[in-house]
């Protein structure tokens, strides 16, 4: 069975998703890389659609549009439209979710968009994905939330359409799903929910992923090859540090704390553009930021997950100071531990707060929350 969860909201239109348990975590028994590929074969062909096209033309009519967000430990299927295509927008949920085909073509066409990907990484000066990649790598020591989300380069070519119709079957499961409604009727959407993802049906017998262990370790990458020209000048080599430690699950009661302590941290980049003032007095920015001119950005992430969490520092500077920007991270994780002023506390709490407000202005961002706060593997009856 699946859970049914909904939410009453202003505005026109509504927002209907499915908040599915399944991610680079998930690839235990399957090919590294596979789920890189079902990020990119989100809605494709289905048993009744052939195409994304046809999605499209079926949600027209009701003003839809359909997107996917992908983590390391869930996925997220969201459909908006008006509220009289709420049985329309189930059924393609239900498609792309439990009755998916993947041609030939779509699979090659993904293959080509990873390919695209792997080499934008080489050619800008974002690095994040990798350096993500890399710490989560080193913190559980590759296993569960630890393994890479970026498809390597020798699993590109290798992987195949049975790769990934074995994954989709053993992961893409009813009991792994959470139905949400944002601004719908909950019994049109249980009623819907239903029929088309029935209870009885089984897609597979995947193993659940074991409990995540966080182990702390080391994982370095080295890249000899120079920055490309892009205009006049060559983008800054530059070397990329990222420190962290276990924080906690975003079920945990001091999950609120790290997001206080992210958001007292803060940081950024070294130019700002548009200007002066949006965040300047976090310590990132006024105790590394704006005191070491060779730091190019320094930013602190919070990465909260059902067992557990990773808070971290990303930040990078020229390879002749790496030493130096070690020093610097160190010191101020170290800095955490020690007093905090009455005004920097406020003044993230209000910033928190602020953000959090924000938030609700975003249907998808709630209908995450809703079905993460729910998944199968933490769902209490009481709590709602």
Not at 59 to 79: A, C, N, Q, W
Not at 202 to 222: I, L
Not at 269 to 293: C, D, E, I, W
């Amino acid at each position: 069975r699946f859970v049914v969860l909904w939410k009453l909201s202003s505005g026109i239109n509504a927002e209907y998703g499915v908040v599915l348990e399944s991610g680079a975590r998930n690839e235990g028994n399957h090919k590294k890389g596979v789920a890189h590929f079902m990020e990119k074969l989100s809605f494709s062909s289905t048993a009744k659609f052939e195409s994304q096209e046809h999605i499209v033309s079926a949600l027209e009519p009701y003003g839809g549009m359909y997107e996917s967000l992908h983590f390391r430990d869930v996925g997220v299927y969201t459909i908006s439209c008006l509220p009289d295509g709420l049985e329309t927008a189930t059924e393609i949920l239900s498609q792309a979710l439990i009755h998916g085909k993947f041609s030939d073509s779509e699979i090659e066409a993904a293959r080509e968009s990873i390919a695209c990907e792997l080499e934008m990484f080489k050619l800008g000066a974002d690095q994040e994905p990798i350096v993500t990649d890399c710490v989560h790598h080193a913190a559980y020591a590759g296993k569960s939330i630890g393994r890479f989300k970026i498809c390597p380069l020798e699993s590109l070519t290798e992987i195949s359409r049975s790769d990934i119709m074995s994954f989709y079957s053993s992961n893409f499961r009813p009991s792994r799903m959470v139905l949400v409604g944002v601004g719908v009727d909950h019994g049109d959407l249980v009623k819907f929910g239903a029929k088309y993802f029935p209870s009885d049906l089984s897609t597979g017998s995947g193993q659940d992923e074991p409990a995540t262990v966080y182990t702390g370790g080391q994982c370095y990458r080295h890249d000899d090859t120079p920055p490309p020209m892009i205009g006049p000048q060559e983008l800054p080599t530059l070397t990329h540090v990222s420190i962290g430690f276990e924080s906690s699950s975003h079920q945990a009661e001091e999950y609120v704390k790290f997001c206080v302590l992210n958001t007292l941290m803060g940081g950024g980049g070294s130019f700002s553009a548009g200007g002066p003032g949006k965040g300047m007095y976090t310590r990132l920015y006024l105790q590394v930021l704006n005191r070491y001119h060779w730091v190019y950005s320094a930013l602190a992430l919070n990465h909260p997950y059902q067992e557990t969490g990773l808070f971290t520092i990303n930040a990078s500077s020229h390879p002749n100071h790496g030493w130096d920007l070690v020093q610097v991270l160190i010191r101020q994780f170290k800095e955490m531990g020690g007093g905090i002023n009455h005004a920097e506390l406020e003044r993230a709490k209000t910033q928190l707060k602020s953000t959090l407000l924000m938030n609700l202005e975003y249907r998808t961002i709630i209908l995450e929350d809703i079905g993460r706060s729910s998944s199968q593997r933490f769902f209490q009856r009481s709590r709602f």
